[in-house]
């Protein structure tokens, strides 16, 4: 099993940053892509950002511009930088990993709560 914790989920005013970080731990043998998804309230679960183990990144267009994913394959870590927050990014993020134990397999953590007030 892949365990994904998050952290760095906190109450911010509306044009603040935060940065959310996630660790991948367990008897991983490899990891493909690692990303960021959010849910709001009554909202589906939506694709942040998400980035491949060569650094090729994707980000959703309502965050291009104001966030940055990055990784760190020998830690098997992963961050998203978030400026300038709205309070439409209010949500639940969800960090999520594609990797190999044995076979290939999606793994997602329990979530970190973002609050942005306007």
């Known amino acids: 099993q892949v365990q994904l914790v998050e952290s760095g989920g906190d109450l911010v005013q509306a044009g603040g940053s935060l940065r959310l970080s996630c660790v991948a731990s367990?008897?991983?043998?490899?990891?493909?892509?690692m990303g960021w998804f959010r849910q709001a309230p009554g909202k589906q679960r939506e694709l942040v950002a998400s980035?491949?183990?060569?650094?090729?990144?994707n980000y959703a267009d309502s965050v291009k511009g104001r966030f940055t994913i990055s990784r760190d394959n020998a830690k098997n870590t992963v961050n998203l930088q978030m400026n300038s927050l709205k309070a439409e990014d209010t949500a639940v993020y969800y960090c999520?990993?594609?990797?190999?134990?044995?076979?290939?397999?999606?793994?997602w953590g329990q979530g970190t709560q973002v609050t942005v007030s306007s």
């Open positions: 367990g008897s991983i043998f490899s990891i493909g892509v």
């Open positions: 999520y990993c594609n990797a190999k134990i044995s076979t290939w397999a999606d793994y």
């Open positions: 980035i491949t183990a060569v650094g090729r990144t």
